[in-house]
Protein backbone atom coordinates (compact mmCIF):
# COMPACT_ATOMS: atom_id res chain seq x y z
CA UNK A 1 0.00 0.00 0.00
CA UNK A 2 2.74 2.67 0.73
CA UNK A 3 4.58 2.16 -2.68
CA UNK A 4 1.06 2.44 -4.35
CA UNK A 5 0.28 6.02 -2.35
CA UNK A 6 3.78 7.05 -3.12
CA UNK A 7 3.78 6.20 -6.87
CA UNK A 8 0.12 7.96 -6.47
CA UNK A 9 2.01 11.34 -5.39
CA UNK A 10 4.40 10.99 -8.13
CA UNK A 11 2.16 10.62 -10.75
CA UNK A 12 0.05 13.81 -9.67
CA UNK A 13 3.27 16.54 -9.09
CA UNK A 14 4.29 15.04 -12.71
CA UNK A 15 0.67 15.70 -14.08
CA UNK A 16 0.85 19.04 -12.41
CA UNK A 17 4.86 19.40 -13.93
CA UNK A 18 3.55 18.24 -17.13
CA UNK A 19 0.11 19.10 -18.04
CA UNK A 20 -0.26 18.03 -21.49
CA UNK A 21 0.15 13.91 -20.60
CA UNK A 22 -2.31 14.00 -18.65
CA UNK A 23 -0.61 11.23 -15.95
CA UNK A 24 -3.38 12.15 -13.64
CA UNK A 25 -5.82 10.71 -15.50
CA UNK A 26 -4.02 7.88 -16.72
CA UNK A 27 -1.87 7.29 -14.31
CA UNK A 28 1.66 6.45 -17.00
CA UNK A 29 -1.15 3.71 -18.96
CA UNK A 30 -0.51 4.01 -22.80
CA UNK A 31 -4.56 5.47 -23.14
CA UNK A 32 -5.26 6.75 -26.68
CA UNK A 33 -5.05 10.43 -25.45
CA UNK A 34 -1.73 9.62 -23.64
CA UNK A 35 -0.04 8.08 -26.99
CA UNK A 36 -1.24 11.14 -29.32
CA UNK A 37 0.70 13.43 -26.30
CA UNK A 38 3.37 11.85 -26.75
CA UNK A 39 3.52 12.13 -30.28
CA UNK A 40 2.43 15.86 -29.99
CA UNK A 41 4.52 16.44 -27.38
CA UNK A 42 7.37 13.82 -27.26
CA UNK A 43 8.89 12.01 -24.42
CA UNK A 44 10.22 13.29 -21.42
CA UNK A 45 12.90 11.38 -19.13
CA UNK A 46 10.22 9.72 -16.84
CA UNK A 47 9.10 7.84 -19.95
CA UNK A 48 10.28 4.59 -20.15
CA UNK A 49 12.46 4.21 -23.04
CA UNK A 50 12.09 0.39 -23.39
CA UNK A 51 8.11 0.60 -23.40
CA UNK A 52 7.22 -0.42 -27.23
CA UNK A 53 5.20 2.64 -28.17
CA UNK A 54 8.18 5.06 -26.76
CA UNK A 55 11.10 2.97 -28.38
CA UNK A 56 9.30 3.74 -31.71
CA UNK A 57 9.53 7.30 -30.86
CA UNK A 58 12.58 7.97 -30.33
Known sequence: IITKVTRD???ATLSKKN????WDKNFGYGTKQH???????G???HHR???SP???LT
Open 43 to 45: ITK
Open 35 to 41: LQALKKL
Open 9 to 11: RLV
Open 54 to 56: ISR
Open 49 to 51: KTF
Open 19 to 22: KGYH
